[in-house]
């Protein structure tokens, strides 16, 4: 047995509950979340979402890449939301590396060449919070009225805090 | 009150709650997750995922974007994840869009020109999966070790189909 024949079990005890098989494509809340992969954040629990609330976007670090961008424009432009959180958090991984030794790493690993690839680390967290908002908000295609509002989120506390833009 | 404002509230509720302030950061599971960000999936109530248990990463498709393999790759290669699953969804948006009609609403939306953006839609949703489990496997950054299988979520039972490679 692997992991994921586990997590299929544990879906197929899911999906005998299951009773919310009717919901609509657009989020209800009209809302999306930007954050990280990491496996310490669960944001529909820290942020009390509900199944249909909020589309969920998540990367390593949170980031406001061209994908998350992507996923942004379908978002607001084919589904409606209008209010987007941003949301980092302490102790993430991308605090800790550089592209230059992640890039040389792969190299020696691998035998391939990877100094073509950003990781989008970052060096200060509230920073990179302020520098995604501003990604957002200056895309010429996200709807000049979507709001859109940073914070970091403490993986000890459980608590988001914002900051200002 | 936006409903930024409630999720806040929701979130001060939350930590008041929070008891799970000691996890490491390397996904106790060793999973990575890769699905859409759509708000009638939560991957963690799906999978029976506790909190720490595996990497989720999530965009408009759920596609092996190359942003996608940023994420993993970091997973992999510096969180210990040796297990993927690629996961996208019965009535997803990118089923019903195409790039050429998305560029072209956009561009008379906001008069500046998409047409360099790939959205990365499909036609096919077991393809899809097929195609991402494929770009992930042979990506040259991606460890030989790591297993990666492909999913549909029905959104309407709740429920995982294995998609034959």
Redesign the interface.
Same mark, same amino acid.
């Given at each position: 047995m692997?992991?994921?024949d586990? &997590? &299929?079990q544990?879906?197929?005890? @899911?999906?005998e509950g @299951?009773d919310?098989?009717?919901?609509p494509?657009?989020?209800?809340?009209?809302?999306?979340v930007v954050t990280c992969?990491?496996?310490?954040l669960?944001p529909?629990?820290? &942020?009390?979402?509900g199944?249909?609330?909020?589309?969920?976007?998540?990367?390593?670090g949170g980031r406001a890449?061209?994908?998350?961008l992507?996923?942004l424009?379908?978002?607001s432009?084919?589904?409606g939301t209008n209010?987007y959180?941003v949301i980092h958090h302490t102790?993430c991984?991308?605090l800790s590396?550089t592209n230059e030794d992640?890039q040389r790493?792969?190299s020696l690993?691998?035998g391939?060449d990877?100094s073509h690839?950003? @990781?989008?680390p970052f060096a200060d967290l509230e920073q990179s919070v302020r520098d995604d908002v501003a990604r957002i908000k200056g895309s010429?295609?996200i709807?000049p009225g979507v709001?859109v509002?940073g914070f970091t989120y403490d993986?000890?506390?459980?608590? &988001?805090s914002?900051v200002d833009a």
């Open positions: 692997t992991v994921t586990d &997590l &299929l544990a879906n197929r005890t @899911f999906a @299951f919310q098989g009717d919901l494509a657009p989020p209800a809340r009209r809302v999306a992969m990491d496996a310490r669960d529909a629990s820290f &942020l009390g979402l199944l249909g609330d909020a589309h969920v976007i998540r990367n390593a890449s061209d994908d998350a992507r996923s424009i379908i978002s432009h084919l589904l209010e959180l102790d991984g991308m590396i992640l790493k792969l690993e691998t391939e990877a690839i950003d @990781f989008l010429p295609f709807p709001r509002r993986v000890h506390t459980g608590k &988001l914002e």
